[in-house]
Structures are given as C-alpha cells and as structure tokens.
T-cell receptor, first 110, second 112 residues
Framework: DAGVTQSPTHLIKTRGQHVTLRCSPISGHKSVSWYQQVLGQGPQFIFQYYEKEERGRGNFPDRFSARQFPNYSSELNVNALLLGDSALYLC?????????FGSGTQLSVL | RKEVEQDPGPFNVPEGATVAFNCTYSNSASQSFFWYRQDCRKEPKLLMSVYSSGNEDGRFTAQLNRASQYISLLIRDSKLSDSATYLCVVIPYGGSQGNLIFGKGTKLSVKP
C-alpha cells in the first residue's frame, strides 16, 4: 500500500514568491495535517483538515493557507515567502489513533 | 516556557550502553504522550506511546509521571542502528492525533 506521498520533494524559491505543496494521504485516511520543521527543531503544527474542514491551526501567519479536496488530498500554500520559511514541510494523515508522515518537501527560500 | 522541553543532547554513547532521555511538558491537561524517532533528513516515525503505568518494547522503556509532568525513554543495549534524533511528543488538551506538539529532539549517536 502506498504511504503518504508529498510533492515536490525539493523546491527552491526566492523571497516574495508563493509556493504550493501537495499531499496525498494513505487510502482511507480522512485527516491530513501539515507541519513545518526548521533545521535543528522539532516539527511545528501548521494545520489539520478533516473531511475538507479545518480542524486546527497553529501559530502561523495568514500567509500560510491550506485546503483539502474531496479525495482527501491536500495543498499547503505559502505566499510572500520569507527566508525564514526555508524548512522541511511534512504532511501526515491519520485514521483513528495513529499518525503517518510523508517524507516531506524541502523548501529553500533564497 | 516551551510546551515540550527535552535534554539538549547530543548523546554520544558506545554500543551496548544504556541511555536515558528526559522530557517535560508545561500543560498539565495534556492528554497523550509519545516518543518519535527521526533519522537524518527523513520523516518522524512513531517509536512508542507512553503510559503512566510504563511500557516496554524490547530494549525500549517509556515512562510518564503526570504529577511531575515528566516523560522518559530508556534504551538498553544500544545498537548502531539506534543512532537518530528522538522526539518527545504531546497531544494537548482538546487536541487530536493530527495536532501534535513536538519537542526539539535529542540526537543520539551510538559508536562502535
């Protein structure tokens, strides 16, 4: 069975640009969460979606937005990129009490 | 004060050593606790859940002390393959599996 898949795996952008990251959850999983992991830190919660509804939001500026589609895949959008947005962006899907992470998208902002 | 705090590390130990990681959490209403393992440039993976009664999985033992808001992980007979970053994780009150609070992580290097 396919795990959580994310695309792209790596991305280089410049300050001020916007970016869209994509995530496909494990088949049957209706909840998708997004995390940001800056080098040397633990992952930090950004958003959770369940059945296309936002269920939780972390302490991130409005430049960050997300949505979930009818097939439960999800997109994370970041506008007006800053150097500090450079990080590993992790998507996770869950069913009941277990969370599974994708391998992430490494975003570098120059 | 950060919500989840861990030993700063890194821990450099020889094969066969016993190593202990500690973690504290600030919100007494936190409801669930875990240890995750993260290899370099990879995604975090669940190592084990942590219960007040303590739980053991082979060489790994986890313990929760709710009164002290303290979580521990003990690794016995360390293997080279145990080298990774260990993340202490908490589900806050009212949260769910999708909304985890991670500590900064403690890096473990097991040397031959």
């Amino acid at each position: 069975d396919a795990g959580v898949t994310q695309s792209p795996t790596h991305l280089i952008k410049t300050r001020g640009q916007h970016v869209t990251l994509r995530c496909s959850p494990i088949s049957g999983h209706k909840s998708v969460s997004w995390y940001q992991q800056v080098l040397g830190q633990g992952p930090q919660f950004i958003f959770q979606y369940y059945e296309k509804e936002e269920r939780g939001r972390g302490n991130f500026p409005d430049r960050f937005s997300a949505r979930q589609f009818p097939n439960y895949s999800s997109e994370l959008n970041v506008n007006a990129l800053l150097l500090g947005d450079s990080a590993l962006y992790l998507c996770a899907s869950s069913l009941h009490e277990k969370l599974f992470f994708g391998s992430g998208t490494q975003l570098s902002v120059l | 004060r950060k919500e989840v705090e861990q030993d700063p590390g890194p821990f450099n130990v020889p094969e066969g050593a016993t190593v202990a990681f500690n973690c504290t959490y600030s919100n007494s209403a936190s409801q669930s606790f875990f240890w995750y393992r993260q290899d370099c440039r990879k995604e975090p993976k669940l190592l084990m859940s942590v219960y007040s009664s303590g739980n053991e999985d082979g060489r790994f033992t986890a313990q929760l002390n709710r009164a002290s808001q303290y979580i521990s992980l003990l690794i016995r007979d360390s293997k080279l393959s145990d080298s990774a970053t260990y993340l202490c994780v908490v589900i806050p009150y009212g949260g769910s599996q999708g909304n985890l609070i991670f500590g900064k992580g403690t890096k473990l290097s097991v040397k031959p």
